[in-house]
């Protein structure tokens, strides 16, 4: 399926078992750190690394959904309703034979890759838009309801890659900082608990871009969390990132060493860790 991008090839030794990318929506660091309507969130960065200058790479959402995944903006058109040919983090995942699933929140069943429905948004679900999936059934059915989540992470059935989306009401898009920190409250901590974080896991948590007015770099300044086991307790970093560092940090946390788009050149996030 599909060939690599820049920068080497196929995979080398995982640093990770377990990796994890969980994106929120719309509100900028500022609006977020520190914030008394986010404590659980603002533990974890207490208590984990965070980094302080990291900026999205455009506006409005989509573009930064596919710099995560893709290394391009692509497009930044909310309604895109195109197919993604580029290179991609499945193309690349199924090129090392690494397994990814999509859990996201208010999706109307598994294998799904239509549009807009409820409070679920396909902008936020970049996985629906490859070609690697869409022209494959068996790759579109990683694409699954959040509702599966717990019951894999109880029966220790989570691939190497999971990506989580909350729905509109759940991740600061429609409803409110205070509820997106508590559905953070309820959905992460028992993964954060759990035996098979605790053994190899890595949770990236990010948003999307900062509010509209906040145009530096691209698309404003956001706080991102490196959560893991390994990380270095309290890192305050001061180095400047956008999403391909992420997207790079995703790929070579599994051993992949071929890095799409922007990700090929963008500074590694190493320092985080152990």
Do not use: C
């Not at 629906?128 to 059934?137: K, M, W």
């Amino acid at each position: 399926m599909g060939g690599g991008g820049g920068g080497g090839g196929g995979a080398s030794q995982r640093a990770f078992g377990h990796v994890f990318l969980l994106v929120e929506e719309n509100h900028g660091f500022s609006s977020v750190v520190g914030n008394a309507d986010m404590p659980y969130l603002n533990s974890l960065a207490a208590q984990y690394g965070l980094a302080t200058q990291y900026f999205a790479n455009t506006h409005p959402s989509i573009g930064n959904y596919f710099m995560l995944t893709t290394g391009q903006i692509v497009t930044n058109n909310d309604s895109f309703t195109g197919v993604v040919s580029d290179d991609n983090v499945v193309r690349e995942f199924n090129n090392a034979g690494i397994s990814w699933k999509s859990y996201a929140e208010s999706l109307p069943r598994a294998g799904y890759t239509g549009g807009n429905m409820g409070n679920y948004l396909r902008r936020h679900n970049p996985f629906s838009f490859f070609s690697d999936v869409l022209n494959y059934p068996s790759q579109a059915a990683n694409l699954v309801p959040f509702s599966q989540f717990a019951g894999d992470l109880a029966a220790g059935k989570l691939p190497a890659f999971t990506y989580i989306v909350p729905n509109n009401q759940n991740d600061a898009h429609n409803g409110t900082l205070a509820q997106a920190d508590q559905w953070l409250q309820q959905n992460i901590e028992p993964l954060l608990d759990s035996p098979l974080f605790q053994k190899d896991g890595l949770l990236i948590l990010t948003w999307d871009e900062a509010e509209d007015s906040d145009t530096s770099h691209g698309g404003g300044r956001v706080a991102t969390l490196i959560i893991s086991p390994k990380a270095k307790a309290g890192l305050q970093s001061q180095t400047f990132y956008q999403h391909q560092s992420a997207l790079r940090l995703i790929l070579s946390s599994l051993g992949v060493t071929n890095f799409p788009g922007a990700s090929v050149s963008a500074p590694t996030m190493d320092e985080f860790f152990n």
